[in-house]
C-alpha cells in the first residue's frame, strides 16, 4: 500500500479503469474534501447531464463558491 498521499491518483487510475459515475462521484469528493474543489468541479461538469453528477457537481460549486 502506498500513503495517502497517493490516494487520489490510485482513485483517478481506478476510474479511468471503471467510468463509473458514482466512482467519480465519490473521488469529486474526495479532491474537495482536500482543498482540490475547482479540479473536482472542472472534472464533472462535462457530466453534468447524469442525475447524480449533476448533484455532486452542486455540492462541489457550492464549497468551491462557484454556486
Do not use: C, N
Not at 502506498?2 to 469529486?28: D, K
Not at 462535462?46 to 452542486?58: F, K, Q
Amino acid at each position: 500500500m502506498g500513503t495517502t498521499s497517493e490516494l487520489p491518483w490510485y482513485a483517478s487510475a481506478r476510474l479511468r479503469l471503471v467510468g463509473h459515475p458514482m466512482a467519480l462521484r465519490t473521488y469529486a469528493r474526495l479532491l474537495t474534501r482536500h482543498g482540490r474543489a475547482g479540479e473536482a468541479f472542472t472534472m464533472l461538469v462535462p457530466h453534468a447531464d447524469d442525475w447524480a453528477l449533476a448533484t455532486a457537481l452542486v455540492e462541489v460549486a457550492a464549497i468551491a463558491g462557484r454556486g
